[in-house]
């Protein structure tokens, strides 16, 4: 078989299939958190939009910004991305514009996997979402992203730190143990209101360094912004256990 030495053109930017959308903030981004690259096993590509602040997507249902995130997903495509997500759950109000302007695969939010979650439980189980602001997470939120309008939701807005650092912006710094009894507690609370919960989604995209300490909590799957990005990217780029002639060559301006 003769192998072509023909590499493929056409990006700015190689190696980094996936684009994520950032909001624009200062708290720090631990790993595990979506906006830390050291958290991802694989390369991406960041965009941060410009006056898209926390407080302003989350509390204020992100209005305004549509054209905003737009036109930074059109740009990441451009770069290179061949699939984007973003780093807040309550973007799942722009699914369907930010899909169809960029005509590449979009996961705008974690409570996609609600859906999914909830055909994996038994009979009279349910999936409960834990976010960072329930009293903000409207209808509107989860009917874009396919969840039932009655699911069980808790949120961090009483908490001691999480809440004020992330959304209130009352300070730069973080302590990572009071964020983490934060989530842990708003699960706790959730669980205890709705027994019959048999699996959580995170919202938020900062709740993945928690995720652990939540299911050891309380002992049911727990899933986030982190299953649902190494899900997205595995069909970008699907692990190849057999090579074959028939095999496609790379992408990405190598020599295949």
């Known amino acids: 078989m003769t192998v072509s030495s023909m590499a493929r053109g056409g990006k700015a930017i190689y190696g980094a299939p996936l684009g994520i959308l950032m909001l624009e903030a200062r708290f720090p981004r631990i790993p595990g958190d979506m906006g830390n690259a050291a958290t991802w096993p694989f390369p991406v590509l960041y965009r941060v939009v410009r006056g898209a602040s926390p407080e302003r997507v989350v509390m204020q249902g992100a209005r305004g910004l549509l054209q905003d995130f737009v036109a930074a997903a059109t740009d990441l495509v451009d770069l290179g991305a061949e ?15 930010i899909a169809a302007a960029v005509g590449v695969p ?9 859906p999914w979650v909830q055909a994996t439980l038994p009979p009279g189980r349910r999936v409960g979402i834990v976010t960072v602001s329930a009293g903000s997470l409207t209808p509107a939120h989860l009917e874009a992203a396919g969840v039932p309008l009655d699911a069980p939701i808790a949120g961090t807005e009483n908490g ?18 009071l964020a983490r009894e934060d989530v842990v507690g708003a699960g706790r609370e959730l669980v205890a209101r709705h027994p019959e919960i048999g699996a959580i989604v995170l919202e938020c995209t900062n709740m993945p360094p928690y ?29 190849a256990f057999i090579q074959s002639s028939c095999s496609s060559p790379p992408l990405g301006g190598e020599v295949g």
């Open 83 to 97: 699939a984007i997500t973003t780093n807040c759950g309550f973007l799942s109000i722009f699914q369907r514009e």
């Open 106 to 114: 979009v996961a705008t939010s974690s409570l996609m996997q609600v």
């Open 160 to 177: 001691r730190e999480f809440f004020r650092v992330l959304i209130k912006g009352e300070k730069q710094d973080m302590d990572v143990d």
């Open 211 to 239: 995720a652990a300490a939540l299911q050891a909590a309380v002992g049911l799957p727990v899933y986030d912004i982190y299953s649902l990005v190494t899900w997205f990217h595995a069909g970008l780029r699907p692990r």
